[in-house]
């Protein structure tokens, strides 16, 4: 399903655990992009997929490492990031 996602040590938004993002960051983004997007910040904190997609998709990027044991919190630039990313998949 994301194919179109080459390197598999890259990421989508590198800096979203310390950058607040803007909207128009993000204007380039598909749907598909914007949850691969959401969900590379809870990736990269060690969150466990439960969706297979997802699952498949971050499985196959060198950096991640899931961790049982990661309770789903972000810092405060992450909330911030995941409620924009949020807040324009609404809009499709």
Do not use: Q
Request: charged fraction near 30%.
């Amino acid at each position: 399903m994301f194919d179109y996602i080459e390197s598999t040590n890259s990421y989508l938004l590198p800096h979203s655990d310390v950058i607040k993002l803007s909207e128009s960051e993000l204007t380039s983004f598909n749907i598909d992009e914007l949850r691969l997007a959401r969900n590379e910040i809870f990736a990269r904190n060690g969150y466990v997929f439960k969706s297979d997609d997802l699952e498949s998709y971050f499985a196959e990027k060198t950096w991640y490492y899931p961790d049982p044991y990661y309770d789903g919190s972000l810092n405060n630039v992450e909330e911030y990031n995941v409620k924009l990313i949020e807040n324009l998949e609404e809009l499709y």
